[in-house]
């Protein structure tokens, strides 16, 4: 056995007993109102400190929104609530219509749709580009009678296609460890990708990279928007400004403003919040 064949086996021994519990699928996401996310009065205190207090957020179907504050606005506590890592004190969080987030693991709320990528890398250093993301691909494609056949071709077009979008299909063959840092960065959201999640939530991408795949990063992010919604929270504001359509400031965990870009720049709370850091 190859290390791969290891590897997949490892991933997929706790798999085994999945079938046997009710799982809330993409499918039963309902986005008849036209939001993808709600989250109503949500606080979460840490030793009496309030990280989130009373926020309100809504996305948008397909939306591309930007989430900007200063450091410890509640920015990656906001997301590890959507992402079930965190349990609010109180407050609701929905996705779509149906999908209460408070009810499940985190897991099941990857498997129900929701992507989010951690603002350092964590590909397979020793495996290729491609093998990367077919260990990636979405768990319920990998059923017990094809442990160990071949890739359909659709499963293989799907990486393929994957390889387009973040632009390293001239790399399918390359050691992930070998790639720079914006690449494996992007191989991470192609990783994700391979899931097909409806929502993405990405921290702090561009942290780290050249001028170049920065530029790039904020054209890949631009084309998933659309198809399934992006929330990127990012401090580099010429970044946000290159992708910006509309933006939240978090400010001591509340919303402290929304709009596009001028608007928010220009909203004299905002200014204070950014001078008075
Ligand atoms: N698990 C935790 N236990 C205790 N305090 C926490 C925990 N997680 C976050 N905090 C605190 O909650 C506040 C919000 O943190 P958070 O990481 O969400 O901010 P952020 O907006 O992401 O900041 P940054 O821009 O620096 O990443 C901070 O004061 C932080 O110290
Ligand atoms: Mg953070």
Known sequence: MNSVDQLRETVRRDEVFNFLKPRIQARDL??????????????????????????????????????IGPNGAGKTTMMDIITGKTRPDTGTAYFGQRIDLLRLSEPEIAQAGIGRKFQKPTVFEYHSVFENLELAMDGDKRVWPTLFARLSSEQADHIDEVMHTIGLHEHAGKLAGSLSHGQKQWLEIG?????????????????????????????????????????????????VRSIAQKVTVLHQGSVLAEGSMDEVQNDPRVVEVYLGE
């Open 191 to 239: 990783m994700l990708l391979m899931q097909n999640p409806h929502l993405l939530l990405v921290d702090e991408p561009v942290a780290g990279m050249t001028h170049q795949e920065m530029d790039r990063t904020a054209e890949l992010l631009t084309s998933l928007a659309g198809e399934r919604s992006v929330v990127v929270v990012e401090h580099d504001m010429d970044f």
């Open 30 to 67: 309902d986005l008849s109102h036209g939001n993808i996310l709600y989250l109503e009065d949500v606080s979460v205190s840490f030793d009496g400190f309030k990280a989130i207090n009373n926020l309100n957020l809504y996305i948008e179907a397909g939306e591309l929104r930007c989430i």
